[in-house]
């Protein structure tokens, strides 16, 4: 029986890395994929494989696609792609470095390392603005039911969607706001983390609240702040059984629906944006089988 990564429904741990990929010389592919399936236990190392590497496999994932590029009123959200997404979890930075350096020397000569990011835990799991972040996610069955693909057939159950995307804040901006409108933006209170009853129609939980799409568009957020240089912001993560929950909420954050933007967008934005299908996992492994390899 397949199952999935347990690092998609784990909570959030202290550190963690992510390191994305491009292909480099294709005809190694299956070869350096057989040798991180031999590390890659989908708890410290959860994977995904982005739609350009399945194309490059003559393999097929259905629901596999590329996020678009979305021009917002005076913002942008960009469809950044890559073709392999390694999602490193741990408790030590050394470790997480000699780790990132053994995923490396194995996916040689196959595939580019692009990008890698640090994450960590901040304030038992709030954003840097000081929000909670997390409250609504979908628990137990729940959250398999919201980020676990089943019925689907051998080598696709227990695999699950996943949807990244590197925010970059604007503290200025941020801290230049009263108290009150920080809480309305988000449309919950810092202080106790209470959901605003009259929050205006911008606020991000108003936007994004699950229950009130058709049908309802639940997703497991496993996102975390980064830091870099003088630069930080949060790693949104979201795991679904398709990208369909994920996009619903997104698109009515940039007001694709009614003209009304997320009020996140005016002191947050997104850099990058990438969907990955994070594969099933057997006898501790990930299962590539979807994939011929
Ligand atoms: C910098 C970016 C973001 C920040 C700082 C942020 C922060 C938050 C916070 C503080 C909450 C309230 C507590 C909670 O339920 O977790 C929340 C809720 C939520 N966010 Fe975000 N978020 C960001 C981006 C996104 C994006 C891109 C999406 C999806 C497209 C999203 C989807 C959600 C959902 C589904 C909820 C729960 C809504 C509900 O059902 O009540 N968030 N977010």
């Not at 639940?218 to 003088?230: A, D, H, I, K, Q």
Request: glycine share 10%; net charge negative; proline share 6%.
């Amino acid at each position: 029986m397949s199952q999935v990564q347990p690092g998609v429904l784990e909570p959030i741990p202290p550190l963690a890395r992510y390191l994305a990929y491009s292909l480099g010389e294709a005809g190694e592919a299956r070869s350096c994929l057989r040798a991180l399936r031999e590390i890659a236990d989908g708890r410290q190392i959860v994977v995904g494989i982005g739609e350009s590497l399945t194309r490059a496999l003559d393999a097929q994932v259905p629901g596999l696609r590329t996020p678009p590029g979305i021009a917002g009123r005076g913002f942008e959200v960009p469809s950044t792609p890559f073709a392999l997404w390694c999602w490193l979890r741990g408790t030590d930075r050394g470790e997480l470095l000699h780790r990132s350096r053994r995923i490396g020397a194995v996916l040689s000569p196959a595939f580019r390392l692009e990008h890698s990011l640090d994450a960590f835990m901040h304030e038992g799991g709030r954003d840097l603005t000081g929000y909670e972040d997390g409250t609504e996610n979908p628990k137990g069955e729940d959250a398999v039911a919201a980020a676990v693909v089943r019925g689907q057939g051998e080598g696709l159950d227990g695999s699950s969607f996943v949807a990244v995307q590197q925010w970059l804040h604007e503290f200025e901006r941020f801290e230049a706001m009263p108290g009150a409108d920080r809480d309305n933006a988000i449309g919950r209170r810092r202080s106790d983390n209470e959901e605003l009853a009259d929050a205006p129609a911008s606020a991000h939980v108003k936007r994004t609240a699950q229950e009130s799409f058709t049908p309802e568009a639940f997703v497991l957020r496993r996102s975390m702040p980064w830091t870099e240089g003088r630069n930080a912001g949060l790693l949104f993560v979201a795991f679904g059984r398709s990208f369909d929950a994920f996009e619903a909420q997104l698109n009515r954050m940039v007001g694709a629906e009614d003209g009304i933007a997320d009020a996140l967008f005016t002191f947050t934005r997104p850099v990058s944006s990438a969907y990955f299908w994070c594969p099933p996992l057997r006898e501790n492994r990930v299962y590539l089988r979807a994939l011929g390899v």
